[in-house]
């Protein structure tokens, strides 16, 4: 294993260096340097094709780079680890369209996001813990899901798949959440109850989240990154970002 | 869950009501009376619930964790082959050609000595290891390729198709030592008791009957474990179970072949009670029917999976006697129209209306249709 000239800063959650990823020739990353503080809400904005999804498919080892190191923590090198192994390193990963287990309860989603070691012959003689219930139940409550929990995923308004899909993820105790667009297709009653959602999130978790939606970014947002042609165009807080010439050119102004 | 475990349990008394009534039928009641159950229709049972086996295991890997495979007949048709070899092994001297321990085929094919693979089959324990193992060990391997390479969908059914073929091409040819095309049959008997005998055809539906109860027993626990709960999560959404932690394709492939050793027990009780085994049983077709079963009977529900094996298979032997020729035009019919209109199967027209499990399927109405197509072709030449 190659390790990076100097090991990532203990304060940061993820050092991404210098990824380079291209599809046929197209540059999806370009050389994208970028990290995020423990405990820090991110957001990520850019116009499409600008490398949003990919960096997460990198970062959830969905897709390999050609160039260019991504580390979790300090020592925690991504680009060596399976899909699997990264979420049980401690990074969740919410899609962009929903992703539910239909035809299973909400309640039996988030048993099955249980964090633990998991294997066939385990799942075949798992009984629910005390303990286990109670965080059920805790992260039902979270979520705001409780009266729910019976009902079957599949039968749930788009908004509360989302925040079931969230709370999957919170199951699994994730140190850093990528969130893929969390609002696209919400009420705006359900965007605000997603906002508070992440806000409420941001103390104890790192969470980076991709949004389409401006007014959604500016509500929760205290540090957002804008993302070019598969490099970082801009960085700082909503109002620098909104301000900057060539994010104007890019984005904004479009 | 609970509606399916009511009708899973009305279906194991009626399994074991079967299993009671037969062969008091059959052995008590005499043959003038109308009530007699006659030893064809003694074994005609004793048949459709093993194809009732072999629906619990497809439905297992289809209708919950979303597998589709249409090369199910081919691990019947090995467990059946091993049990096979051990008949034959039964038949001692009493063979045409009367040798001790080679049969007929062997002797025909002027072989001086057994094969290293027919060691062993003397012993009813080694068969029994045998007829589980050998599917299991094929899926493993298959499916450690398959499932750690991410086939899945239409893809990994042409596959299993395309093994099933390969094991029936294979199987025809004489120097593989099965037999040939003519495969293995003129039994003797089982365990010293006389495959003829009303008796002990009794005693192997009452065995059946047994195996049945104990498959679906097992497949429903296996459902309702955690384990099964993440096969159909699979189902639903593959990759989201895979970024929650879980290794995907080893829960796929211990599945797999729980079903494969299924399928070859059942095949293994197949074999006595129908008195012969040859590599048409590998047949593509035979495992697309299977599929067919637990489409009609009700994807997702083992009960219905198994009742929809012994409903079709009747229709079938009314069928192949009455119209022989309609009978593949007949499945198929019968597969678009539940497909189209009873997406949960006979199953769903007594439960209320659901969310449908997402059809897979096309590529088994695209098989079909080869097949029908290619025995089309086959009569106009």
Redesign the interface.
Known sequence: MIRPPHLPSPDKILTLDDLTVSFDGFKALDGLTLSVDRGELRCIIGPNGAGKTTMMDVVTGKTRPDHGSAWFAQDVDLLALSEPEIAQAGIGRKFQKPTVFESLTVFENLELAIWGDKSFWKDLVARLTRAERQHIDDILDVIGLTAERAALAGTLAHGQKQWLEIGMLLMQEPELLLVDEPVAGMTPQETARTAELLLSLAAEHSLIVVEHDMDFVRSIARRVTVLHEGRVLADGNMDQVQNDPRVVEVYLGA | MIEQDRAGAAFLVLVVAVAIAAPVLNQFVPASSPFHLSTYSLTLIGKYMCYAMLALAVDLIWGYAGILSLGHAAFFALGGYAMGMYLMRQIGPRGVYGDPILPDFMVFLNWQKLPWFWVGFNHFWFALIVIAAVPAALALVFGWFAFRSRVTGVYFSIMTQALSYALMLAFFRNDMGFGGNNGFTDFKDILGFDLHADRTRVVLVVVTAAALAASYLACRA?VA???G??F??I???E??????????E??KL??FVFSASLAGIAGALYVPQVGIINPSEFAPINSIEAVIWVAVGGRGTLFGAAMGAVLVNYAKTYFTGALPELWLYALGALFVLVTLFLPRGLVGLGARRR?A?HGAAAPVIWALGSHVGVSLGSKLK
Do not use: E
């Open positions: 296996i474990s955690r384990a709960r993440l159909r999560a189902r639903d959404a990759s989201r179970a895979r970024f929650l932690g879980y290794r995907v080893s829960y211990w599945v969310r499990v």
